[in-house]
């Protein structure tokens, strides 16, 4: 599965700096919970998701 743009939630303004996450693949399971509406572009300087970092060349 190929990495994808990096996007991040609106919502991860409300977590503490250092929980809040951006994520790069398809098959994130947190990432799909991620509405589109909800979706930004680019990581905001976010940490990478764990989900997502554990994909990586899956
Ligand atoms: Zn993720």
Same mark, same amino acid.
């Given at each position: 599965m190929p990495t994808i743009h990096p996007f991040f939630s609106v919502? $991860? $303004? %409300? %977590?503490p700096r250092e929980e809040r996450v951006y994520h790069n693949n398809a098959k994130c399971k947190v990432g799909r919970g991620i509405p589109v509406w909800d979706r930004q572009q680019g990581t905001n300087n976010y940490e990478l998701c764990p989900v997502c970092a554990g994909l990586v060349g899956d």
């Open positions: 919502n $991860e $303004e %409300k %977590k």
